[in-house]
């Protein structure tokens, strides 16, 4: 089978280190490189942690980290480690800070990337978004007329029918940087949106990580969400026990859509509220009278998906 090409934009915290394991041993994806940006944690943990996920896994030096954003568009950067701890990977990185000696947090090319990447194979590159859609938004100043030659975009983020993450009604990704992601909303790319609506209820349970340990990337899985674990009734807005798998599900369904249902929605952003900056509006009942501008999933398979998830970590574990 042909893979497809993609490009993974990560925040790099502890569900976009299992999303990056996701995808570098998918079989179905040829990952061109990670672009970081700020998010979870600051710029250069996000590099710092890309780059030790991707050694862990056995692609360092294959797939290139390309630093990005070092804050939102227009807002202060809003880290999240009281969910991803200090060193955005759960407490679990025991590394000698030399992972990401060639990469210059300094110098932003995530968005010349991503246009270069894109324009040489037209048509052909997914862009999957794990965290604030600051580089893409650069991406598309850069380059407007990008979204005619992107396969698509799935990115993680939002929230259609249930509450926020972050705030009462804003989801952390779009809360970063809600000036970014009205760029692209309004961009005419084609995209997906993977919200909380269907990552929420996506647990990794302890009997899931119990499968994997025994082997360097099994015990990073289980190293890295323990703590989290330790307080998923907390973190997981009642949603139960286990890991929330926002990102990872988020590769799994650029992999293969029928994971989800999807409907075809137009959705907006909010970026002048005191109460809902940040929150994703849809319009279900097409009150607007505009065109839909996205998929949003609504409902998941989330035990296939993460029996796919255990399976093809597991393998990478052999
Ligand atoms: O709301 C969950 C999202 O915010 C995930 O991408 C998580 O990594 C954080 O970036
Ligand atoms: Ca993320």
């Known amino acids: 089978m042909m893979l497809r090409p993609a490009i993974l934009d990560c925040d790099t915290g502890i569900d976009d280190a299992l999303a990056i394991m996701l995808a570098v041993r998918s079989k179905e994806l040829r990952l061109l490189g990670v672009t970081t940006t700020s998010g979870n944690v600051s710029l250069d943990l996000v590099c710092r942690n890309t780059a030790y996920v991707l050694e862990l896994v056995g692609a360092g030096g294959r797939v290139p980290v390309i630093p990005g954003a070092s804050k939102p568009l227009m807002r202060a950067a809003h880290h999240e480690t009281h969910v991803h ?33 894109v324009l040489a194979a037209p048509g052909e590159v997914t862009l999957i978004f794990t965290g604030p859609l600051t580089n893409l938004a650069h991406a598309l100043m850069k380059c407007p007329d990008l979204p005619r030659h992107v396969r698509e975009l799935v990115f993680m983020g939002g929230a259609v029918r249930t509450g926020g993450n972050v705030t009462p009604s804003a989801e952390y990704n779009m809360y970063a940087d809600p000036e970014a992601a009205k760029l692209v909303f309004h961009s005419g790319m084609r995209m997906t949106m993977v919200g909380l609506d269907v990552t929420n209820p996506t647990l990794l349970t302890p009997e899931h990580i119990g499968r994997l340990r025994g082997n360097p990337a ?46 075809s929605y137009y959705v907006d952003i909010e970026t002048r509220s005191e109460l809902n900056d940040g929150r994703t509006v849809c319009d279900f009942l097409g009150k607007w009278g505009k065109e839909p501008n996205m998929d949003v999933c609504l409902e998941v398979d989330s035990d296939r998906f993460l029996e796919h998830f255990v399976r093809t970590i597991g393998e990478l574990s052999s």
């Open 85 to 117: 701890g200090d060193d955005g990977l759960g407490g679990a990185y025991d590394g000698d800070g030399s992972e990401a000696a060639g990469i210059d947090a300094g110098v932003a090319r995530a968005a010349d990337f991503i246009v270069e990447q």
């Open 218 to 263: 099994g015990e990073f899985v289980y190293r890295c969400t323990k703590a989290y674990l330790e307080r998923a009734e907390e973190l997981n807005s009642g949603y139960g026990d286990g890991f929330s798998m926002h990102d990872p599900l988020t590769v799994g369904i650029a992999i293969d859509r029928t994971l989800a249902r999807t409907g």
